[in-house]
């Protein structure tokens, strides 16, 4: 298919490990984002890259959260040393400027 | 820090009524704003898109207004339908592209 695509879709680790998630973008889409959604905080922007590069980091929640963006296209979102309020559903989207962004359909975290 | 909230947080209607949706905010300096439906266990779909300098866009069913000076939008739907049924939150565009979402209203149509 031609949409965003998000791995693993559903992830349940130990607190304390890290995780590494995966978005693959809409081919040609030059911006990427990264939002979480949690039952006490609704929907929260983490990360926004534009190309590789991200101008905007003012979301991520901690220096244990951190992203990167490699050929203009896939992205990482590494959490390390997980803790249990990093349980929620991380979504991806990506876009063109003043366009619609176009969601993946989200990792499901859960941190026993 | 931009603000968004969404009134009611849930709605239940029957099938075929007309609906009406609120969204405000509390910075006027917005780019667009989007409305969205998200069902269970998926992600975000884009509905409508009103850029700053538009009033409303409409899509089938569905219409959305913007009022940027009041810090205001809506969304109607008409003649709802059991399929309607969903989450539906409103997105503000700040500075680079940045969302700032509502917490949604989760509507629910009756047979």
């Known amino acids: 298919g031609a949409g965003v695509s998000q791995s693993p879709s559903n992830k349940v680790t130990e607190k304390g490990k890290d995780v590494e998630l995966r978005c693959d973008p809409i081919?040609?889409?030059?911006?990427l984002y990264w939002y979480r959604q949690s039952l006490g905080q609704g929907l929260e922007f983490l990360i926004y890259f534009q190309g590789n590069s991200a101008p905007d980091k003012s979301g991520l929640p901690s220096d244990r959260f951190s992203a990167e963006r490699t050929g203009g296209s896939v992205s990482t979102l590494t959490i390390q040393r997980t803790q249990q309020e990093d349980s929620a559903v991380y979504l991806c989207?990506?876009?063109?400027?003043?366009?619609?962004?176009?969601f993946g359909d989200g990792t499901r975290l859960s941190i026993l | 820090k931009q603000e968004v909230t969404q009134i009611p947080a849930a709605l239940s209607v029957p099938e075929g009524e007309n609906l009406v949706l609120n969204c405000s905010f509390t910075?006027?300096?917005?780019?667009?704003l989007q409305w969205f439906r998200q069902d269970p266990g998926k992600g975000l779909t884009s509905l409508l898109l009103i850029q700053s300098s538009q009033r409303e866009q409409t899509s089938g069913r569905l219409n959305a207004s913007l009022d940027k000076s009041s810090g205001r939008s809506t969304l109607y739907i008409a003649a709802s339908q059991p399929g309607d049924s969903a989450t539906y939150l409103c997105a503000v565009t700040g500075t680079a592209s940045k969302l700032t979402f509502g917490t949604g209203t989760r509507l629910q149509v009756t047979l």
């Open positions: 989207a990506s876009g063109t400027l003043n366009q619609p962004q176009h």
């Open positions: 081919s040609g889409h030059t911006a």
């Open positions: 910075d006027s300096a917005i780019y667009n």
